[in-house]
């Protein structure tokens, strides 16, 4: 699901798009995100890759609980593209 699509979505429930605000930082940078396209809603997890090549397993689970929690929220292609990193790290191990 996009950006875009998620905010449109939140608008038409603004009690839950604003409890959701209050707890999670995707829902805080969401609005900014799409509307002035000054930063991205979803924080990159490319620093995952600093745990190559000491710690493929700990990459792979951080990788993994990224998805768990923001797989929902991800952009389109975003949860299909950090499964195969986990795949190919799995792969290199």
């Known amino acids: 699901m996009k ?6 979505w939140m608008l038409k429930q603004p009690d839950l798009y604003n409890e959701l605000r209050s707890k ?3 829902f805080r940078r969401l609005d900014r995100a799409v509307i002035g ?7 990159g997890i ?4 600093d745990l190559l090549p000491d710690s493929p397993l700990e990459a792979i689970a951080v ?3 990224y998805l768990r929690i923001h797989d929902e929220m991800l952009a389109e292609g975003r949860a299909d593209g950090l499964e195969d990193a986990i795949e190919i790290i799995d792969t290199s191990t």
Do not use: G, M, T
Request: proline share 0%.
């Open 37 to 43: 396209r000054k930063i991205h809603a979803q924080y």
């Open 46 to 49: 490319r620093w995952a890759l």
């Open 3 to 8: 950006d875009e699509d998620v905010l449109y």
């Open 24 to 26: 999670y930082e995707y």
């Open 63 to 65: 990788i993994k609980s």
